[in-house]
């Protein structure tokens, strides 16, 4: 599907962003050296795609599963970029730590990523193939959305226009 080129070093949980070098290298915890930001990731690459990690941990899939690269490829290529996209990411960078414990916490955590993946993450990846980004980016978006709503972090909306269906379980 998607290459490894959206896979950097950057992106890894293993990398602490405060510790950099004059060269402007992290400090890589795992490796226990400095490393490029943008350097290809290693094998034990932990991304900090927070809701899509749980994910992969819950359904004991490899971090380089194509569900991660290609929603991966989706945020880096398509989402920084996009007016709605960037905003969601911001908060999603608050919000998507909480989120991903709380899934993994939780006793339905096996029916919930099924929801995911039936609902929302293998839809978006068919638009992505076709090439409808804003509605691969829509779908994602409405996941993180209903996680919100069931882990009590966003009112649920229950208006005729934006009605939100909850997973299904």
């Given amino acids: ?7 950097r070093c950057s992106d890894c949980s293993w990398i602490d962003p405060r510790d950099r070098n004059r060269y402007g290298e992290y400090y890589c915890t795992k490796e ?17 795609f927070y809701v899509m990690t749980a994910y992969c941990k819950i359904k004991k899939l490899p971090y380089n599963c194509d569900e991660m690269i290609s929603l991966i490829a989706l945020r880096d290529k398509y989402m920084v970029e996009d007016l709605k996209g960037r905003p969601f990411l911001e908060e999603y960078e608050i919000i998507g730590p909480i989120l991903a414990v709380r899934l993994q916490a939780d006793m339905y955590r096996s029916d919930i990523v099924r929801s995911m993946e039936e609902d929302y993450i293998h839809p978006a990846m068919e638009m992505m193939l076709m090439g409808d980004f804003d ?3 829509e779908s994602y978006i409405q996941m993180v959305e209903m996680l919100k709503i069931r882990y009590g972090y966003a009112p649920a909306r229950k208006t005729d226009k934006n009605k939100k269906k909850d997973f299904k379980f």
């Fill in 32 to 48: 226990r050296e400095y490393v490029s930001g943008d350097d290809y990731t290693c094998r034990d690459f932990e991304p900090n």
């Fill in 135 to 137: 509605g691969a980016q």
């Fill in 1 to 7: 599907m998607f290459g490894f080129s959206s896979l």
